[in-house]
């Protein structure tokens, strides 16, 4: 099997049967991976023939800055579904943290003290979710489902549905919207060091291997001797944390706590990008490369229909046509069995 | 072979009712099957017998229409069939019982067996005429008292899902019928009322497959076996002009001289000490473990062996009775005090409760001791695969390499890279759920000798074994336990099949106590 986005197969074969340059490369890539890969090339190239503006440094940075938000919440959601799980209140608790840390922002009139409650609500939101499910035996889809809608009609209370405070005077917020290091926008910058720490986590360390367990075989891990109570709602807190994170990344870059507009259908599009990026909805398998390049395929199809002038609504079509493709080949591939075969 | 000898008793051949011509099948590199030739003849019985890995299964499924041949043909009846489907296959009198049957959790035992083919009136489902049909069919097949038609499926237990897989292949018109390992999870009591089943459908000239590899079984039911190995037909032999260690040898291809290796020992301290322990499905057991010691628990399917042992983990409460290791009293939220406390367990269902099929036999070795092995967290990788070498060496798993996903390894290699786990973690005490369910002969033997260098090495073994002889060869002391509680407990010099099966089986539940610990 070459199932190589987990860290088990990627690591080198045993020597002796000595595979070829081309076969190790590709089991370092996966086959998943490159297959997004391919895809992506293609769209690259289909996109850059129609308009070559597509190449420019400025659309790639467009096209980095518009994932960023995206793409953290699909590396925690990856975390999440790997452990069996799926956080749908995502979303509903970045706009609530953009809203916070607005008016925490407006009201104290310090951007670190704003971003730092932003935080703690995130914290608070991911604790509540974990609990919820571990220790109410609720499963996890209705338990965030629940959340998804209370955080949003709370972002909506405080803020009485409309944007608040103004951060685009203040140096911290400005910095983290438009500033840049080493030519690479900060937003960019989250997205890696979030995206690399939790790939680390993922691959090297023994918690990253207990969420592999958990999502394998939660029996199995169980008598292993993990608590797997405080992986779920470490987890959960997790997503909560950089929820809180996209939250924040939301307010600096429109200039305003915004209680659901730029945060409505995050989470729907950070599932479909873990799901793109080969992450099982049953846990256990897949990775955050997978999840990475999928945001961006995502990310490049999005600024390349709209560069190309389609109709937004299509991209809306174009999105869930390429997760419902990619799911079915990734099936097939699998050999899965038709509904109801045993196994 | 021969395909229309004489029978020894001078009675003619009966008719070939099923005929495997050259039956081959490959999955990627892997050949399962390869010249595979046999007949079953109709109202005979035939052994199918053979290590994991010898092809039974794939040739099953083969005969169900779940996998077509890529050579060779079926005949029924003298007639060239070719099943696209298992539906095709059950129209054409085919029937396979699975070992694991799947069973619908949340209707009936009654609407389990007729799944798909319900007595109706109009469009609405008879359920009385349903219910009454099942109870008809249950009596009629001897298992009256062992099953109630209005049991929801998740209520039952692995025999009575065994039962309702039976009675379910047994609808409509049967002509051969196959049966995987059917005994695995069914008590002596549930066997012989099989066994009659059994004779029955051979008498009424219905061509019987059985597979199992369980040798007074085969010698109790079959009149003929047929030996695969390695994919490929080794030979059969008729029943009465054959010997157990024959067909090991066969089996195996070499001479198995003793299942159990066995060095002295001299058990030390006590290091598992059980009193009183009671639990929803288990009363007052009390029970001591020596270091260096094996102690078997025996008893019949649903005795509460099991859940005992899941009580000792951690894994469900106990509401009375005292848990110490090494003298130390345990306080058990959940696996992992006990295991902390040094109380290793390998469950019975070894893969849905103890691997993980999709991850390589690296990640499944060092699973419990991955806290150990890291250092600030990060998993030192290269001790990991040291240990996970060590260990595969030593249990001689058999895998092309340590990275090989555990889902692709046979039955027998799967336990041992569970036993590995608990090898790395060597724990105080080892509890053994069933160790050898569905594990070839050879590995058996290997798994065996593995019990005993642990106990030679000072851990403390608690084994628990529906398999007599196992339990009998394997154990210093025979803990039986009937109904949740304890009803005897023998030394090994007084320990024999009868005994142990009288305290299985006891009537009276009044629990011996612990005089003789």
Known sequence: ?343 | MQLADQRSDGQPAAASRLRAEGIGKSFGPVRALAEVSLDVRAGEVLALMGENGAGKSTLLRVLSGEHAPDTGRLLLDGEPVAFGSPIAAHKAGLRVVQQEPEIVPHVSVAENVYLGALPKRGRIVDKRALIDQVRADIDRYGFASMLDPRTPGSALSAAQRQLVEILRALTGDVRVIAFDEPTSSLSDHEVDALFGLIRRLRDEGVAVVYVSHRMPEIFAIADRVAVLRDGRYVGDRRVCETREAELVRMMVGRDLADMFTRDPREPGEVVLSVHGVTTDDVRDVSLEVRAGEVVGLGGLVGAGRSELALALVGAVPIHAGTVEVAGKPLRLRGPGDALRAGIGFAPEERKAQALLLHRSIRDNVSLAILRRISRLHVVKRGTEREVARTYVKRLSVRASSIEQEVGTLSGGNQQKTVLARWLARRPRVLILDEPTRGVDVGAKAEIYSIVNDLAAEGMALLVISSELPELLGLCDRIVVMQGGRVTGRLPRSEATEERVLALAMAEDLTPATGADR
Not at chain 1, 171 to 194: E, H, N, Q
Not at chain 1, 290 to 309: D, K, P, R, S
Request: glycine letters at 14%; aromatic letters at 6%.
């Open chain 1, 1 to 343: 099997m070459t199932q190589t986005e987990s860290p088990a197969a990627a690591t080198r074969p045993e020597p002796g049967g000595r595979p070829g340059a081309l076969r190790r490369a590709l089991d370092v890539v996966g086959v998943q991976n490159l297959s997004l890969i391919v895809a992506l090339a293609v769209l690259c190239a289909v996109i850059g023939s129609q308009n070559s503006n597509f190449f420019l440094i400025e659309n790639v940075k467009t096209i980095g800055t518009t994932v960023a938000i995206v793409g953290i919440l699909a590396v925690v959601q990856t975390v999440v579904m790997l452990l069996g799980g799926l956080d749908i209140s995502v979303g509903s608790a970045a706009g609530l943290t953009s809203v916070v840390s607005a008016m925490v922002f407006t009201s104290a009139s310090s951007a670190a003290f704003g971003i730092l409650v932003g935080l703690a609500v995130g914290i608070a939101v991911g604790v509540l979710n974990g609990v919820v499910i571990v220790y109410g035996r609720v499963n996890a889809v209705i338990a965030t489902l629940a959340t998804y809608s209370a955080l949003r009609g709370l972002a909506n209370l405080i803020s009485n549905g409309r944007a608040q405070g103004y951060t685009g005077t203040d140096s911290t917020f400005v910095f983290i919207a438009r500033g840049s290091g080493l030519g690479i926008p900060i937003l960019v910058w989250v997205l890696i060091i979030v995206a690399l720490l939790v790939h680390l986590m993922l691959r090297y360390t023994d918690i990253g291997r207990n969420i592999y367990a958990i999502g394998g075989n939660p029996t199995a891990a169980r008598l292993a001797g993990i608590n797997i109570n405080r992986y779920v709602v470490g987890c959960y807190l997790l997503a909560g944390f950089v929820a809180a994170i996209a939250g924040i990344l939301l307010t600096a870059r429109t200039g305003s706590g915004q209680p659901t507009s730029g945060s409505q259908g995050l989470e729907l599009q950070s599932i479909t990008a873990a799901a793109l990026g080969g992450v099982a909805l049953q846990g256990g398998k897949g990775g955050i490369s997978g999840t990475v390049i999928a945001v961006i395929l995502l990310g490049v199809l999005q600024n390349g229909l709209t560069i190309l002038n389609v109709n937004s609504f299509w991209q809306d079509i174009a999105q869930g046509a390429l997760l419902v493709v990619a799911v079915v080949i990734q099936q097939r591939r699998r050999g899965l069995r038709a509904f109801g075969l045993p196994r």
